[in-house]
């Protein structure tokens, strides 16, 4: 299995970051795609194949850590990449929420 579960929605509490210009100051680190829980069950494939994916938008997925469990918010695209290339680990933004 690629990630730890496949989620369908956000268990956490909202946290006020809702754009790329919010999650700047987040630091970047490598995490794990099989300690992540989706919150999409479901991806377009044109985001996938799509060759400026990230151009818009930021750089690194978007985590939530909440009670100890690691949800990926925002870049379902760039975890499949890494798993489609056989990669364990992605660079994401990892914001605690408690």
């Known amino acids: 299995m690629i990630f730890k579960a496949v989620g369908d929605g956000r268990p956490y509490p909202d946290h ?3 754009s ?5 100051d987040v630091p970047p680190r490598q995490v794990r795609l099989d300690e992540l829980v989706t919150t999409k069950r479901t991806l377009d494939l044109d985001h996938l194949l799509a060759q400026d994916s990230t151009f818009f938008g930021d750089l ?3 985590v939530v850590e909440y009670e100890g469990v690691l949800y ?7 975890a499949v990449r890494a ?4 990669r364990p ?3 994401a933004r990892v914001l605690t929420v408690r």
């Open 16 to 18: 006020g970051h809702v």
């Open 20 to 24: 790329a210009k919010d999650w700047v």
């Open 60 to 62: 690194f997925a978007h």
């Open 72 to 78: 990926l918010e925002d870049g379902l695209h760039r």
């Open 83 to 86: 798993a489609l290339q056989q």
């Open 89 to 91: 680990v992605l660079h």
